[in-house]
């Protein structure tokens, strides 16, 4: 790359590739693209190797996180999660497929009969949460393979009464996979089921004047509200996981929007902010009546969720992540005031 080839790149963030011929490449991201590529010439003494140069601009961090990972993936596809640095975010896993369903805490997600609940910020709060919500339902803490008997030894949550001692027999697997049910149902529902529950179990106890049973059923519910409390922003059950991204345009007059679908993002959509035919909530609504399902494997969904959870978890995030239940019950209007911020902020 000539130096007058190179003062004439823009300063600004971008996303780059130096080839070498047609099998090396080196990729990368930057905030000073101009500054950056000097450097990467000069210590490296590309200049009389490097046979061209790729650079896309972009207008913010989540642009700048996918497009270095979809590049990375194209060029790279033998080790782009090391390339990119992909940090993969922590779930609480409900392992559906044992007889005796259990949870644990990971951070690699599978295509089998289990439920995933997350992103969390890091492990140690997927690890809080997960030892808190399970103080709610007496299902099993050990990890191993059960083979239930009489004699087994059992353990101290089975003597405290919080687990109901499946290996001893003491409940029929059925019993317990019901137990089980009611776990997953409180994380498919972000505990709302429960709360509710022991809210009309309080409040009905009140109506009969069983004030000792009904402040018992308020203790619950305080336990309820703390457990839902403790979960992180991103946190949800994976088939729930909608939600859109609204960051900066490349110019002043647009935004982009980056919806997600069950974990997985859909294309970006550029949103003009100088269109002026329809308001702005029926724009919004004609776009994501417009939006195709997105999918993929589960590998892709990992790396999808930890590019999520980098940005929104970051103190450096901008933009704003607005998330939904479903896209049939977008809440249009939220959207609208976080379309109107960004377009204050870009055009400010």
Request: aromatic share 8%; proline share 6%.
């Amino acid at each position: 790359m000539s130096e007058a080839a190179l003062a004439e790149a823009p300063n600004t963030p971008a996303v780059f590739v130096i080839r070498a011929g047609e099998n090396s490449a080196y990729l990368a991201r930057t905030n000073v693209l101009r500054r950056r590529l000097g450097r990467v010439m000069k210590m490296w003494n590309l200049a009389a190797v490097a046979t061209r140069v790729d650079f896309c601009r972009t207008s913010s961090r989540l642009e700048a996180s996918l497009s270095h990972y979809l590049l990375a993936r194209h060029l790279f596809p033998d080790d782009y999660p090391k390339r990119v640095k992909l940090r993969f975010p922590a779930y609480v896993k409900l392992v559906l497929s044992n007889p005796f369903p259990r949870t644990h805490v990971t951070a690699r997600l599978s295509g089998g009969s289990s439920l995933y609940y997350g992103p969390f910020r890091s492990r140690a709060s997927a690890e809080q949460f997960e030892a808190r919500s399970l103080e709610l339902f007496q299902v099993r803490r050990c990890q191993e393979d059960l083979e239930p008997r009489p004699d087994h030894p059992g353990c101290i949550y089975g003597e405290m009464n919080m687990c109901l001692r499946p290996c001893q027999e003491a409940v029929s697997p059925e019993e317990y996979r019901s137990e089980a049910g009611r776990l997953a149902d409180f994380l498919n529902r972000d505990g709302t089921g429960l709360l509710n529950a022991a809210r009309g179990a309080r409040d009905r106890l009140s109506e009969e004047m069983d004030f000792e049973e009904a402040a018992r059923q308020h203790k619950r519910l305080e336990r309820i509200q703390a457990v839902i409390g403790m979960r992180d922003e991103l946190a949800h059950e994976l088939s729930r996981l909608n939600g859109v991204g609204i960051t900066p345009g490349n110019d002043r007059d647009s935004i982009n929007l980056w919806f997600m679908r069950q974990g997985w993002w859909l294309p970006p959509v550029g949103f003009p902010l100088n269109e002026l035919s329809g308001s702005l909530d029926s724009r919004l609504r004609e776009l994501v009546e417009q939006l195709e399902p997105g999918k993929g494997t589960a590998q892709e969904r990992q790396e999808h969720l930890a590019i999520l959870a980098g940005w929104q978890y970051s103190s450096f995030r901008d933009g704003e992540w607005l998330p939904f239940e479903d896209f049939r019950h977008v809440p249009y209007r939220k959207l609208v005031n976080a379309v109107a911020r960004q377009c204050s902020g870009a055009r400010g």
